[in-house]
């Protein structure tokens, strides 16, 4: 058997706790950048000791100690360490002083909960928000970001630098938003963990070995964030949205990558813990109908039908036509006609599909022309399957629409 | 990526410490907190089991007691960014048991369980 590899101790052991000595530093020294640059001095220091003197036994509350003093050092040297040991309730200033460190200790949940709603500030770039909780929250290195974006990592860099000064330029408090903000602030920090999920489900950019793992770091901010803030019904749609979505992770490609449509996923391929989980975070977000809720409770119609056929449409073109008011957009009325399309006939559907508007999106043509095909319309659908293939970037998509255009000739 | 973890240990004489189900417990809150345990529940001594074989060609199912010297006392299922992870929140789990219970001894197998990065081509 091998020993621990120390520098591989030293990273996992970063990998798990950066996040949260980050966020109790930097409720410490009140600067997301300044918090960062003293973590990363307490992983210098382990990198350097660790191999010599052998892994610590509680090597996360080492980290986090030897963390704490490189910032009591530096408030020291800004002058500001008697007035944060006053903030904390401490008469004693003691550098070494453990209660110290359990004050710390006693407020990480909250810690990390203000540090999410900092690296999520409107304030920032939407780039900027998911670079910056990407790194601070999830641990990524600048790289990891680069190969997940498919951009360069000076791109990478320079956004994280930007949000950091940004926050500090116009004084950003790290704490948790006042009532007035805080739905509008939620939704900023929802907004964020979604937009990670997709870009690592939707595939648009990035290599292979990305992608999963942003599906991956999404879930873990969400489970992060439902277990900080339990009361927030819409965290919990979005976990349950993420989970039900990641359940049909295995069942979406076929090997050659091909996409797979969702009616004909092979079901039973499909992840059953995720689908467990994701109707139980459903459940706690029971009797709220925001945009979360509405479409976790579309995903929770398509995974309790353990066949196509069983699928529940009737209730999906329901629930779109709340989200259509709740959360209005071409593209929610879009599945809307496909859903009404199933539950009350493709006439129907069709009705919805010619009072839409969006140009450039190529599903719409693709959705009128399957409606068409089910309305036995088959020279008007082929046009229609023709147009979207001209539209689409994704060549995948292209060969999709092209064999469906082909198969009705 | 999805590890299972085994807790095997003998079960000695008398119930574990309370200090150490608490550590447990917090623990176990932390991990779960960290979004890294997706599930967890002990397992009743294997008396309360059994065991169905195939061998020869002929199915048998025998009721436990097993005959090991270790028992399975525990099962948790962990998502994680790699096994140095899933090694860490085993030996931070070993370690109060250690610390807590003394004269204890066993063992954690950590298991990988299959995902789609195990039938990626190769990279």
Same mark, same amino acid.
Not at chain 1, 38 to 55: N, Y
């Given at each position: #058997? ?13 990998? #798990? ?19 960062? !640059? ?13 191999? #010599? ?32 040991? !006053? ?39 939407? !780039? ?103 009361? %927030?019904? %819409? ?7 993420? %989970? ?128 068409? /095909? ?14 979207? /293939?001209? #539209? ?18 | ?123």
């Amino acid at each position: #058997m091998t020993a621990t590899d120390p520098r591989r101790a030293v990273e996992t052991v970063w990998r #798990m706790e950066s996040a949260r000595i980050v966020a109790a530093l930097a409720r410490l020294v009140r600067d997301v950048g300044l918090a960062e !640059e003293l973590a990363q001095d307490a992983l210098v220091i382990a990198l350097e000791q660790w191999p #010599m003197t052998g892994v610590p036994d509680h090597p996360g509350s080492w980290l986090m100690a030897t963390a704490k003093h490189r910032a009591i050092d530096a408030l020291r040297r800004q002058g500001r360490y008697r007035e944060k040991l !006053e903030l904390l309730g401490r008469a004693t200033p003691d550098a070494d002083d453990p209660d110290l460190a359990a004050a710390m200790d006693d407020y990480v949940g909250d810690d990390l909960l203000r540090l999410v709603f900092t690296t999520c500030h409107p304030v920032l770039s939407t !780039e900027s928000r998911v670079a910056l909780t990407l790194r601070l929250l999830g641990g990524l290195t600048t790289e990891e970001i680069a190969r997940a974006y498919l951009v360069s990592e000076s791109t990478v860099g320079q956004r994280i630098t930007r949000a950091k000064r940004t926050l500090a330029d116009k004084r950003i408090p790290i704490e948790l938003p006042p009532p007035a903000e805080a739905a509008q602030r939620l939704a900023s920090v929802l907004e964020v963990i979604y937009l990670i999920f997709n870009e690592g489900y939707a595939a648009t950019a990035g290599d292979d070995w990305m992608r999963p793992a942003l599906c991956e770091e999404a879930l873990r901010l969400g489970r992060i964030l439902a277990t900080l803030a339990p009361a %927030e019904p %819409e965290v919990h749609g979005l976990m349950a949205l993420m %989970e039900l979505q990641a359940s049909r992770t295995a069942a979406r490609t076929a090997p050659d990558g091909t996409p797979i449509l969702l009616q004909d996923q092979d079901r039973r391929r499909w992840d059953r813990l995720l689908i467990r989980r994701g109707l139980a975070a459903l459940a706690r977000a029971e009797g709220a109908y925001g945009p979360y809720v509405l479409q976790a409770s579309i995903a929770a119609c398509h995974a309790r039908a353990a066949r196509v056929e069983d699928t529940d449409w009737r209730r999906i073109a329901a629930l779109y036509e709340v989200l259509t008011h709740v959360s209005p957009s071409p593209v929610v009325d879009l599945n809307r006609a496909v859903a009404v399309g199933h539950a009350h006939g493709p006439a129907r559907g069709l009705e919805i599909v010619e009072s839409l508007n969006l140009p450039g999106y190529a599903l719409l043509p693709a959705v009128r022309g399957d409606l068409l /095909a089910k309305l036995g319309r088959a020279a008007e659908a082929r046009r229609e399957f023709e147009r979207a /293939a001209a #539209m689409t970037q994704n060549a995948r998509e292209r060969a999709l629409f092209e064999a469906r255009a082909a198969a009705l000739r | 990526m999805r590890y299972l973890i085994l807790l095997k240990a003998t079960r000695p004489a008398g119930p574990p410490p309370p200090d150490l189900m608490e550590a447990i417990m917090a623990l176990g809150g932390e991990a779960t907190a960290s979004g890294a345990l997706l599930d967890t529940a002990g397992l009743a001594p294997s008396a309360a089991g059994a065991r169905v074989n195939v061998y020869g060609g002929k199915l048998s199912v025998t009721d436990g007691p097993f005959a090991e010297a270790k028992e399975t006392i525990s099962y948790a299922l962990y998502e994680v960014r790699s096994k140095d992870e899933a090694v860490e929140w085993a030996s931070r789990f070993m370690s109060l048991h250690r610390d807590l219970w003394e004269g204890w001894q066993g063992e954690s197998e950590v298991l990988k369980v299959m995902g789609s990065e195990d039938f990626a081509g190769p990279a």
